[in-house]
């Protein structure tokens, strides 16, 4: 594994994402959660470990997917570039229009979407309930639109699942 290309994905990522914050909190600690929820699934998987570290840089930095793609290489940018959200009108939209480029990339761009879905559950489950309300509210839909079968991701939907199924709407 090349431990230094991963180091310059996290540098890269915490640089862009400077003065950003997540809830109340600085963006670093949403990556760090993503990267967690990564290596708690994947273990040391490099491009899985990059891409987490810069799955939010096309849409919320002036990292580039050009950029992106001459320093990480063209798998990790794609994987970026399927990740993000792409323009409409409302989130329903947005989703739409997403979801089948995230599936199209294949699993590794659905390992991470999983993996900043389910950092964003954890989170909203200790620190913002009604953000955790709209994630179990729009769990049919974007199972529907992300789930196909490939082995590499069933622990990950297996525990997206039981988080959204074990717990009931939390009280606001």
């Not at 993000?84 to 979801?99: F, I």
């Not at 082995?151 to 988080?163: A, S, V």
Request: a negative charge.
């Amino acid at each position: 594994m090349e431990r230094h290309k991963i180091q310059e994905a996290e540098m890269a990522a915490l640089l862009a994402h400077h003065g950003q914050v997540y809830d109340i909190f600085p963006y670093e600690k949403h990556l760090r959660d993503v990267i967690e929820v990564i290596v708690r699934f994947f273990k040391d998987d490099e491009t899985l470990i990059i891409s987490g570290w810069l799955h939010d840089a096309i849409e919320d930095t002036y990292l580039t997917y050009s950029k992106i793609k001459h320093t990480f290489g063209f798998e990790v940018a794609e994987i970026v570039f399927a990740v993000t959200d792409e323009l409409g009108r409302n989130r329903q939209e947005r989703h739409d229009k997403t979801y089948p480029k995230i599936v199209l990339c294949g699993w590794k761009a659905v390992a991470v979407k999983l993996a900043d879905r389910i950092a964003n559950v954890e989170h909203s489950l200790n620190n913002n309930h009604a953000l955790f309300n709209m994630y179990r509210k729009e769990y049919p839909e974007f199972s529907k639109a992300l789930y196909f079968p490939d082995p590499n991701l069933q622990e990950l939907w297996d525990y997206i699942h039981c988080l959204m199924q074990n717990v009931r709407d939390i009280p606001e």
